[in-house]
């Protein structure tokens, strides 16, 4: 049954009042319109009282398990809002269809006339001179109460067979049921008879007033004899024949010219309507209505608007649009967190309801583009996100009482801006906020430990021997230290440890251990016996001749290799495992240190990969595990030893650590155990860093403008300065988003500042720095502009929202990491 007329009254002039509270900061953002990813913002007035603090330090939320119950209740409950979205604003033919049959509104609110075809191609033409309003005729008899269509049909015939009257099938959409409107419109005392007659046969009739005669009012109706279908022509608002919470904010403030034909099949006239045209389909789900082919919850409506083409609009209930919204706006394919979809549901829906009617005087409310959000219907929804929206309901973010205006961006590099340096106009709930976990917090969930001290080195040199051992070790090379220190590396190479060594060398090759004189811990013999222990035979001197190895051997005392020794120390050298010392001298007299020894062995066998090393992507650490991420998409969690070898690259060097955090884009490197566990684990860091919307493609960016690009971008926003000989970021947000950029002209000085700037330069972002580009005269000749992130950067961060719900944030942590200040409200 509906609501009554009262409460939807008080719904709809609390809707309208937040609908009307628009303040001028859409002015500001005109120029971010038509951006891939720009989102618009009306920004309501804020109050004197408000303070709007010019940059806050962001703090976690505390991990409430209520946090995602309602904080007050400051909005009025009542019904679910219909949301209008324009489709499509200027064409000139449209297609609507269904897999079953179509239904048609009638002047009965709820009432849909049953169509014998299922699909129409509306056009729009001159209306066409009507007759004189008859309100003697403004009664019909209605028969309800059938539980479907094969019920209505035959109640249908056996109406036929009572009266002798034809009836046609109409849908109830509230109460899901099918009933008849029995023959034309007739009066009062006709209709009052006809239902008498009906109800003596056993029939639940009744009778109505129509809505397209009502007094006082110029209406006329009429029945197309083919068809059935009813032409209406009427001057007042279409708004006028529903109730509040369904009225549509588009008014006509005089007689329509023009109205919308239908044709069924080809030329085949099939009805008009000078009001706008309303179709469903029997069955939403099973077989929805479609525009163009694609299939929509809700109705579709069709109206000529003033410029003589068709408007399209889909009127459905906000839960079903934002069903359509939130699997575009964050993909659940991409971005599988269920509580970053609540998030995203709960911002879509907000947006939607705080800019209801914000197009208004085209006949809808939002489109269904990024000037709005994206809307692509039915066909794109998706169980998770489908999931996110059923499970928050009616939940919106509020501030001071009121929806906000939930802006959102893409990816925010790192850090969102506050609305007052995009949009001109400070917002209490949109300051600039860091896209993480604040401190220490931040790593916990991706932090993995090793009980295994690192090793004990303080000279550089020796730094490489922290890992060359490590990953020795591994292979049962003997006993080292529990600690390696500078001293033990440094020492001369005792015989007996290098033996051991070049054993298992030879051990891992496959190859017969080589044999060796009491000079194997000298340069020239120690590369023979290591060559022949990983090849087998002495290879370097099949393919070495003289002059190749005199040409690789220049350092100062090649002359003391002894000549068996010099194509093997030749070939080392040469292919870098054995280093010449700081002199440019190699000591050939002199006995190894271990450092060297051992430095040669891991390089060499990591080269001929003998240490049978890994590399892959990291995912974001979980439970102390490895999570790499397969050919195949799949995330794949090894587990690491407790006391596995850690290492992370610093710079240039790779040092041994006793913990490191893995947030996910790290290249590893790592070796796994007979019993499947990690027992070594390299890491170097994801160039993306650490922020929670890393894992975007946008993070980071580049592009590259000429100075006659600058030129023809900026000329109309910098006038009267001359030629553009050189752009400087003069100041930047609590972000450190560029807004106020300096054009410095031949003759003068312009400005370009807040949102203006990434569209007018057509940048991703604005978040970015510059670098110059010079001609030969040393004259700037163009940008490059590095930068990170994609979008407007003021709001919740899309990606960012992922990133927060993989470590374990709820969406109402989410939603008050990003809207400063904010409750969660439940509206219905």
Same mark, same amino acid.
């Given at each position: 049954m509906?609501s009554?007329?009262?409460?939807k009254?008080l719904?709809?002039?609390?809707?309208?009042?937040?609908t009307?509270?628009?303040?001028?900061i859409?002015?500001?953002q005109q120029?971010t319109?038509g951006?891939?990813?720009p989102r618009?913002?009306q920004?309501s007035? @804020?109050?004197t009282?408000?303070t709007?603090?010019?940059? #806050?330090?962001?703090?976690v939320?505390? &991990?409430d398990s209520s946090a995602?119950?309602?904080?007050r209740?400051?909005?009025?409950p009542?019904p679910?809002?219909k949301?209008?979205v324009?489709? /499509?604003?200027?064409?000139r033919?449209?297609?609507?269809?269904?897999?079953?049959?179509l239904?048609?509104?009638?002047e009965?609110?709820?009432?849909?006339i049953a *169509?014998d075809?299922s699909?129409v191609?509306?056009?729009p033409r001159l209306l066409?001179p009507?007759?004189p309003p008859n309100?003697e005729? /403004?009664f019909?008899v209605q028969?309800?109460?059938?539980?479907?269509?094969?019920e209505?049909?035959?109640?249908?015939r056996e109406?036929?067979?009572?009266?002798?009257d034809?009836s046609q099938i109409?849908?109830?959409?509230e109460?899901r049921t099918?009933?008849?409107l029995?023959g034309?419109?007739?009066?009062r005392?006709?209709a #009052?008879?006809?239902?008498?007659q009906?109800?003596?046969a056993?029939?639940?009739?009744t009778v109505?007033?129509s809505?397209?005669a009502?007094s006082?009012q110029?209406n006329?109706?009429r029945? %197309?004899a083919a068809?059935?279908?009813?032409?209406t022509?009427?001057?007042?608002?279409?708004a006028?024949?529903?109730?509040?919470s369904d009225l549509?904010?588009?008014?006509?403030?005089?007689?329509?010219?023009?109205?919308?034909v239908a044709?069924?099949s080809?030329a085949l006239?099939?009805?008009s309507?000078? &009001?706008?045209v309303?179709l469903?389909s029997?069955?939403e789900?099973k077989s929805?209505?479609?525009?163009?082919?694609?299939?929509?919850?809700?109705?579709?409506?069709?109206f000529a %608007?003033? +410029?003589g083409t068709?408007?399209?609009?889909?009127?459905?209930?906000?839960?079903d649009y934002v069903?359509?919204?939130v699997?575009?706006e964050l993909s659940p394919?991409?971005y599988?967190a269920?509580?970053a979809?609540?998030?995203q549901?709960?911002?879509?829906?907000t947006?939607a309801l705080?800019?209801?009617? @914000?197009?208004s005087?085209q006949?809808?409310?939002l489109l269904?583009?990024?000037?709005s959000?994206?809307?692509?219907?039915?066909?794109?929804?998706?169980?998770?996100?489908t999931?996110?929206?059923?499970?928050t309901r009616?939940?919106? &973010?509020t501030?001071?009482?009121?929806?906000?205006n939930?802006?959102?961006?893409?990816?925010?590099?790192g850090?969102?801006?506050?609305a007052?340096?995009?949009f %001109?106009?400070?917002?209490p709930?949109?300051?600039?906020r860091?896209?993480?976990?604040?401190g220490k /917090?931040a790593?916990a969930?991706?932090?993995?430990?090793?009980?295994?001290?690192?090793?004990?080195?303080?000279?550089?040199k020796?730094?490489p021997?922290?890992?060359d051992?490590?990953?020795?070790?591994?292979q049962n090379?003997?006993?080292?230290p529990?600690?390696?220190s500078?001293?033990?590396l440094s020492?001369v190479?005792?015989l007996?440890?290098?033996?051991s060594?070049?054993a298992s060398v030879? +051990?891992m090759a496959?190859?017969?251990s080589?044999?060796?004189g009491e000079?194997?811990n000298?340069?020239?013999?120690f590369?023979?016996a *290591?060559?022949?222990?990983?090849?087998? #035979?002495?290879?370097?001197?099949t393919l *070495?001749s003289n002059?190749d190895?005199d040409?690789?051997?220049?350092?100062?005392?090649a002359a003391?290799i002894p000549?068996?020794?010099?194509?093997?120390?030749a070939?080392l050298?040469?292919?870098?495992y054995?280093?010449?010392?700081?002199d440019a001298?190699?000591?050939?007299?002199?006995?190894?240190?271990r450092?060297?020894?051992?430095?040669?062995i891991?390089r060499?066998? #990591?080269?001929?990969?003998?240490?049978?090393?890994?590399?892959?992507?990291?995912?974001?650490?979980v439970?102390d595990?490895?999570?790499l +991420?397969?050919?195949k998409?799949?995330?794949?969690?090894i587990?690491?030893?407790?006391?596995?070898?850690?290492?992370?690259?610093l710079?240039e060097g790779?040092?041994?650590?006793?913990s490191?955090?893995?947030?996910?884009g790290?290249?590893?490197?790592?070796?796994?155990?007979?019993?499947?566990?990690v027992?070594?684990?390299?890491?170097r860091?994801? *160039?993306?860093g650490?922020?929670?919307?890393?894992?975007?493609?946008?993070?980071n960016?580049?592009?590259e403008?000429s100075l006659g @690009?600058? @030129?023809?971008?900026?000329a +109309?926003?910098a006038r009267?300065?001359?030629?553009?000989?050189?752009l400087?970021?003069? &100041?930047?947000?609590?972000?450190r988003?560029?807004?106020?950029?300096?054009?410095?002209?031949a003759?003068?000085?312009?400005?370009?500042r807040g949102?203006?700037?990434r569209?007018?330069?057509g940048?991703?972002?604005?978040l970015f720095?510059i670098?110059?580009k010079?001609?030969?005269d040393g004259?700037?000749a163009?940008f490059?502009f590095?930068?990170?992130?994609w979008g407007?950067?003021?709001g919740?961060?899309?990606?960012?929202?992922?990133?927060?719900?993989k470590?374990?944030l709820?969406?109402?942590?989410?939603?008050?990491?990003?809207?400063?200040g904010?409750?969660l409200?439940k509206?219905?």
């Amino acid at each position: 049954m509906r609501s009554s007329l009262g409460r939807k009254a008080l719904v709809f002039l609390i809707l309208l009042a937040q609908t009307l509270s628009v303040s001028l900061i859409a002015h500001a953002q005109q120029d971010t319109r038509g951006e891939s990813r720009p989102r618009r913002t009306q920004e309501s007035k @804020q109050k004197t009282s408000a303070t709007v603090p010019t940059e #806050e330090a962001w703090q976690v939320p505390a &991990a409430d398990s209520s946090a995602s119950v309602i904080d007050r209740a400051v909005l009025a409950p009542g019904p679910e809002p219909k949301i209008r979205v324009g489709l /499509a604003t200027d064409v000139r033919a449209a297609i609507v269809s269904t897999n079953g049959r179509l239904l048609q509104a009638s002047e009965a609110e709820s009432t849909l006339i049953a *169509l014998d075809v299922s699909r129409v191609r509306l056009e729009p033409r001159l209306l066409s001179p009507l007759p004189p309003p008859n309100n003697e005729t /403004a009664f019909r008899v209605q028969v309800a109460g059938a539980a479907s269509r094969n019920e209505a049909e035959e109640k249908s015939r056996e109406v036929k067979e009572a009266i002798d009257d034809e009836s046609q099938i109409t849908y109830d959409a509230e109460t899901r049921t099918w009933g008849l409107l029995v023959g034309s419109r007739r009066s009062r005392t006709e209709a #009052e008879q006809v239902s008498e007659q009906l109800n003596d046969a056993g029939f639940d009739a009744t009778v109505f007033q129509s809505a397209l005669a009502v007094s006082g009012q110029a209406n006329t109706s009429r029945t %197309n004899a083919a068809t059935g279908a009813i032409h209406t022509a009427s001057n007042q608002t279409p708004a006028a024949r529903r109730t509040p919470s369904d009225l549509r904010l588009a008014a006509r403030t005089s007689l329509p010219s023009r109205e919308v034909v239908a044709f069924s099949s080809g030329a085949l006239r099939s009805f008009s309507s000078s &009001a706008p045209v309303v179709l469903a389909s029997e069955d939403e789900l099973k077989s929805p209505v479609r525009y163009n082919d694609r299939p929509y919850r809700g109705r579709i409506e069709v109206f000529a %608007n003033p +410029r003589g083409t068709l408007t399209v609009v889909n009127v459905l209930g906000l839960e079903d649009y934002v069903r359509g919204v939130v699997a575009n706006e964050l993909s659940p394919g991409g971005y599988p967190a269920i509580e970053a979809q609540k998030a995203q549901a709960i911002a879509a829906r907000t947006y939607a309801l705080r800019n209801r009617g @914000q197009f208004s005087s085209q006949g809808f409310d939002l489109l269904p583009t990024t000037r709005s959000q994206v809307y692509r219907g039915l066909s794109s929804e998706h169980p998770l996100s489908t999931r996110a929206v059923d499970e928050t309901r009616g939940l919106i &973010a509020t501030f001071d009482g009121e929806p906000i205006n939930a802006l959102y961006t893409s990816t925010c590099g790192g850090r969102t801006e506050a609305a007052e340096h995009i949009f %001109n106009h400070a917002v209490p709930y949109l300051r600039g906020r860091e896209c993480a976990v604040e401190g220490k /917090a931040a790593f916990a969930p991706f932090t993995i430990k090793t009980s295994r001290e690192p090793a004990e080195i303080r000279e550089e040199k020796n730094l490489p021997l922290a890992r060359d051992i490590a990953l020795l070790a591994l292979q049962n090379f003997g006993s080292f230290p529990s600690r390696v220190s500078d001293s033990w590396l440094s020492a001369v190479a005792p015989l007996s440890e290098v033996r051991s060594w070049l054993a298992s060398v030879a +051990r891992m090759a496959r190859q017969s251990s080589p044999a060796v004189g009491e000079d194997v811990n000298r340069p020239g013999p120690f590369a023979t016996a *290591l060559s022949t222990a990983v090849f087998g #035979e002495s290879r370097a001197d099949t393919l *070495l001749s003289n002059i190749d190895v005199d040409y690789h051997l220049a350092v100062r005392d090649a002359a003391d290799i002894p000549a068996v020794n010099r194509a093997d120390v030749a070939m080392l050298v040469r292919d870098g495992y054995l280093s010449a010392l700081p002199d440019a001298t190699l000591r050939p007299r002199d006995p190894l240190s271990r450092a060297r020894a051992l430095h040669a062995i891991a390089r060499l066998l #990591e080269g001929r990969l003998l240490l049978q090393l890994q590399k892959g992507s990291a995912r974001p650490t979980v439970n102390d595990a490895l999570v790499l +991420r397969s050919t195949k998409g799949k995330d794949l969690p090894i587990q690491v030893r407790p006391d596995a070898y850690l290492f992370r690259q610093l710079g240039e060097g790779i040092y041994p650590v006793s913990s490191v955090a893995l947030v996910g884009g790290e290249p590893v490197t790592f070796h796994v155990n007979a019993a499947g566990e990690v027992d070594y684990l390299e890491v170097r860091p994801s *160039l993306n860093g650490a922020s929670a919307e890393r894992v975007s493609p946008f993070t980071n960016w580049t592009k590259e403008l000429s100075l006659g @690009q600058i @030129q023809a971008r900026l000329a +109309r926003y910098a006038r009267g300065i001359g030629a553009i000989k050189d752009l400087r970021v003069a &100041a930047r947000g609590s972000s450190r988003r560029a807004i106020d950029l300096e054009v410095i002209g031949a003759n003068g000085t312009g400005h370009v500042r807040g949102g203006r700037i990434r569209s007018v330069l057509g940048l991703r972002e604005q978040l970015f720095v510059i670098e110059r580009k010079f001609d030969s005269d040393g004259s700037v000749a163009g940008f490059k502009f590095i930068g990170r992130g994609w979008g407007h950067g003021v709001g919740l961060c899309q990606v960012g929202a992922y990133g927060l719900a993989k470590q374990g944030l709820s969406y109402a942590e989410i939603l008050k990491s990003y809207y400063t200040g904010i409750e969660l409200t439940k509206l219905y």
